[in-house]
C-alpha cells in the first residue's frame, strides 16, 4: 500500500511542476517582455498559420485558452526544418489555418517569443487567403557576413 501513496506523491508533484512550468511560459509576468519596437496589436480577428506544437489541441488550449477554430491550410514556398520554416520555392508547407482575436494572438506571440525568437509575417496561403506566419528570426551564424575586401589595420597614435 505504501507504493500506492508513493506512486500519488511522485504524480502530483509531476503535475505540480508541468502546471508550474507552463504559468512561467505563458502566463507569467518574467522571462518574455514584448519589445517596443514592435507594433501594437491591431484590434480585429486575426488569421495565424500553425505548423508545429500548435497544432494539437492541447498546446493550443493551454497557450491561446481557445481551439481557434482551425482549418486545413498550406503554406507554398516554405519547407518545415524541425520547428522551424525556410524559403524553399519548390516545397509547401501543410498546417491549420486558426481565426483568433487580439488577446489569443498576443498570447501566441508571448509562446512564440515574438521579437526574441521569431518573428511574425503575413503570407498568402495556398488558397489565396492571408494569415500570419511565424518565421524563425535569423541567427547570427546564419548571416551572411562578409570579411572586408582589404585588410584594416588599427593603429593608435601618442
Given at each position: 500500500m505504501?507504493?500506492?501513496?508513493r506512486?500519488?506523491?511522485?504524480s502530483?508533484?509531476?503535475?505540480?511542476?508541468?502546471?508550474t512550468?507552463?504559468w512561467?511560459t505563458m502566463l507569467?509576468?518574467?522571462f518574455?517582455?514584448r519589445?517596443?519596437?514592435l507594433?501594437?496589436?491591431?484590434q480585429r480577428?486575426?488569421?495565424v498559420f500553425v505548423?508545429?506544437?500548435l497544432?494539437?489541441?492541447p498546446?493550443r488550449?493551454?497557450?491561446?485558452?481557445?481551439s481557434?477554430s482551425?482549418k486545413?491550410?498550406r503554406l507554398?514556398?516554405?519547407?518545415?526544418?524541425?520547428l522551424d520554416?525556410s524559403?524553399n520555392?519548390?516545397?509547401?508547407?501543410d498546417g491549420l489555418?486558426l481565426?483568433?482575436?487580439?488577446?489569443a494572438?498576443?498570447r501566441?506571440?508571448?509562446?512564440?517569443?515574438?521579437?526574441?525568437r521569431?518573428?511574425?509575417?503575413?503570407?498568402t496561403?495556398?488558397?489565396g487567403?492571408?494569415a500570419?506566419?511565424?518565421?524563425r528570426l535569423?541567427m547570427?551564424?546564419e548571416?551572411e557576413?562578409?570579411?572586408?575586401?582589404?585588410?584594416?589595420?588599427?593603429?593608435?597614435?601618442?
Amino acid at each position: 500500500m505504501i507504493w500506492l501513496k508513493r506512486l500519488v506523491d511522485v504524480s502530483l508533484l509531476c503535475l505540480m511542476g508541468v502546471a508550474t512550468w507552463l504559468w512561467l511560459t505563458m502566463l507569467s509576468p518574467w522571462f518574455y517582455e514584448r519589445p517596443e519596437e514592435l507594433p501594437d496589436i491591431e484590434q480585429r480577428t486575426h488569421q495565424v498559420f500553425v505548423y508545429g506544437t500548435l497544432r494539437y489541441l492541447p498546446i493550443r488550449w493551454v497557450v491561446m485558452g481557445t481551439s481557434g477554430s482551425p482549418k486545413p491550410a498550406r503554406l507554398d514556398g516554405f519547407e518545415r526544418q524541425g520547428l522551424d520554416l525556410s524559403r524553399n520555392a519548390d516545397s509547401y508547407v501543410d498546417g491549420l489555418l486558426l481565426t483568433v482575436s487580439p488577446e489569443a494572438l498576443q498570447r501566441l506571440d508571448r509562446y512564440e517569443r515574438l521579437g526574441i525568437r521569431y518573428e511574425r509575417v503575413e503570407q498568402t496561403l495556398a488558397d489565396g487567403s492571408t494569415a500570419w506566419v511565424y518565421v524563425r528570426l535569423p541567427m547570427v551564424s546564419e548571416l551572411e557576413i562578409h570579411p572586408p575586401a582589404h585588410r584594416i589595420a588599427l593603429v593608435t597614435y601618442d
